[in-house]
């Protein structure tokens, strides 16, 4: 008896934290967004004088219970970027199915920019306003769930995240299996003051030019 009452607690304080965590969402993303439309529209027009073709990126990515959604970013790469990866796969640094390359040559100057200072990522603001993501939780993979080992699946119980324990840990250069200890540690710990003092640290993190996450 003991036993469920404290479960039924568990459950009562999750779902109260995700009621929270999506007012908070909802109200930042809101509460941004005049000042971001302006960020975003000085983005594009450096993108498309740069590198002239479409200046957003549209990726599945896997998010909370293994469904796929259209993910947004700004184009920081060639047009034909896709078909240039096989060409640059031995320099992958990463295990596949991560791909990261130091100087990716397919990258344009204005991408360079927007990846250093994490603008790249700004379109995802409304993922987050039409609950496909949050603002705080595991980044959402580009493989499918299907890939995943039995115990990657912890990390799709929650929303994917426009940033995390990942992005603030210093350490960009890990593979999946080490980013999901991470994820897994935000998954056991999260709450609301967790969250804030992620966002709070991202922001340190991107001003103090410590690398795109």
């Not at 100087?103 to 603001?125: A, M, Y």
């Not at 995240?161 to 299996?177: E, M, V």
């Amino acid at each position: 008896m003991q036993l469920a009452v404290q479960r039924d607690n568990v459950r009562l304080v999750r779902k109260s934290y995700q009621i929270v965590k999506r007012l908070m969402d909802v109200s930042i993303c809101l509460l941004t967004l005049p000042f971001v439309l302006p960020v975003l529209a000085i983005c594009a027009i450096a993108i498309w004088l740069d590198n002239p073709g479409p200046v957003f990126f549209s990726q599945l990515r896997t998010g909370r219970g293994g469904h796929r959604f259209n993910m947004y970013k700004f184009r920081t790469m060639l047009i034909n970027a896709e078909e240039l990866k096989a060409n640059y796969a031995h320099l992958n640094e990463l295990t596949w199915p991560d791909f990261k390359i130091t100087d990716d040559p397919r990258v344009t100057r204005v991408g360079r920019i927007l990846r250093k200072t994490s603008l790249d990522e700004l379109p995802q603001i409304f993922n987050i306003i039409k609950g496909d993501m949050s603002l705080v939780g595991p980044r959402p993979t580009s493989f499918d769930a299907s890939t995943y080992d039995l115990w990657h699946t912890e990390r799709l119980e929650v929303l994917p995240g426009l940033t995390g324990l990942w992005q603030i840990s210093g350490r960009s250069n890990i593979d999946f299996d080490e980013r999901l200890q991470l994820d897994i540690e935000y998954i056991e710990r999260r709450s609301i003051l967790l969250d804030i003092s992620i966002l709070l640290r991202t922001f340190f993190v991107i001003f103090s030019q410590r690398g795109a996450y």
